[in-house]
């Protein structure tokens, strides 16, 4: 992988990590590490919990045994969030309605107030540059969006920060094949250029397959396969391989 200057991917270790709700265990200790710099893909079909991971790793839920660990310290560590740069793309995009297409990625350097004005609107030109929207994009509101130009918004405020770790939850849901491989191609060009390490969690096989160094196959709660892509497709297990034949999502 490729990683710029101001930039350097961190590395995510998940040890022995469980969550049950109402009694019904969701994740069944999950063991894995993510490489500093890599793209890792979570993937499995619906109800396989990696919604639930996902709001592990970003702090939402506490696990009820395990840990994970960013950059060699735990998650759960008071003021992580100063000391490693952590960034999320929402399958919904999340972005404010009220405000432009400028005002959404830079959002977080005007509320915080880390830069002039004028160093902002340079730094949001730059990374919606780097999503393939123009100066004719940034005046426009999230409602005059089409859903891919939604997702590419999203990115782009997520790459404000310089992110250490970038987060992406079904970046291709809701889209059109076209739409959703050149949001694919986008993540790919995006890891390559800056370094970050990059996990996605999808459903979306052609995703995975297509942009990922390694996936990890999550099945009721349990991590059933992981490696690359070709070691992926070659595993014998038969849940996996009816979901990679779309017999089921």
Known sequence: MASAANTTGIPVTVRGLRKSFGGE?????????????????????????KSVFLRHLIGLEKPDDGEIQVGGEAISNEGIGDRFRLAMVFQSGGLLNSLTVAENVGLYLAEHRLKPATEIERIVLEKLALVELGPEDAGKYPSELSGGMKKRVAIARAL??????????????????????????????????????????????????????RIAFLLEGEIVALGTPEEIRSHSHPLLQRFLKAEFR
């Open 160 to 213: 404000v920060i310089e992110p250490q770790l970038i987060l992406f939850d079904e970046p291709t849901s809701e889209l059109d094949p076209l739409v959703a491989l050149t949001i694919g191609r986008e993540i790919l060009n995006l890891n390559q250029r800056t370094g970050a390490t990059t996990v996605v969690v999808t459903h979306d096989r052609d995703l995975a397959f297509g942009i990922a160094d």
């Open 25 to 49: 265990p969701v994740l069944k200790g999950l063991d894995l590490e993510v490489r500093a710099g890599e793209i890792f893909a979570l993937m499995g079909p619906s109800g396989s919990g």
